[in-house]
């Protein structure tokens, strides 16, 4: 395991899933790698979609990246894409599905609309590591915003 990183780069995450225990192995993962990012936990697309724009009676400080689940109640993760790919200006923001379905065709789908990496969940706590060292490399390490049409 590395030094932390510096709370100058520290990030926040925008994690959308519905399974707490999962937000709960993504939290611990990220500090057992000595990531120190912010993670923000919305349960359901809705509310991604509320936080995303600015609804609430306080200003919400903008994610660096999204880590959006595929199921979720009210609207899923499918919905939050949609909604980011028809917003008036460019989404700037990076979006990593991270899903418990492994199927070609929720992949492709996500990928037409829009996301930038797919990552299923892992089984075991130091694959659960590995996913937060990804994000970090991929997603955080200084990665300025990004639109979908950057990344290959």
């Not at 057992?32 to 995303?52: F, M, P, S, W």
Request: with cysteine; aromatic share 6%; charged share 25%.
């Amino acid at each position: 395991m590395g030094a932390p990183i510096n709370s100058t780069n520290a990030r926040i995450i925008l994690v959308a899933d519905d399974d707490e225990n999962d937000v709960l192995l993504l939290r611990r993962a990220f500090q057992k790698a000595g990531l120190c990012h912010t993670i923000i936990h919305v349960r359901d697309g809705q509310e991604a979609i509320n936080y995303l724009a600015g609804v609430g009676a306080n200003a919400k400080p903008p994610p660096g990246l999204l880590v959006l689940d595929l199921k979720m109640p009210r609207l899923d993760g499918f919905d939050v894409l949609a909604w980011l790919q028809n917003r008036q200006e460019r989404p700037s923001l990076p979006v990593v599905v991270f899903s418990s379905s492994g199927l070609p065709m929720d992949k492709e789908k996500a990928e037409r609309l829009g996301a930038h990496d797919y990552l299923v969940k892992p089984d075991t706590f130091d694959s659960w590591i590995l996913v937060a060292k990804r994000l970090q490399e991929q997603w955080l390490d200084g990665h300025q915003a990004i639109t979908p049409d950057e990344v290959e």
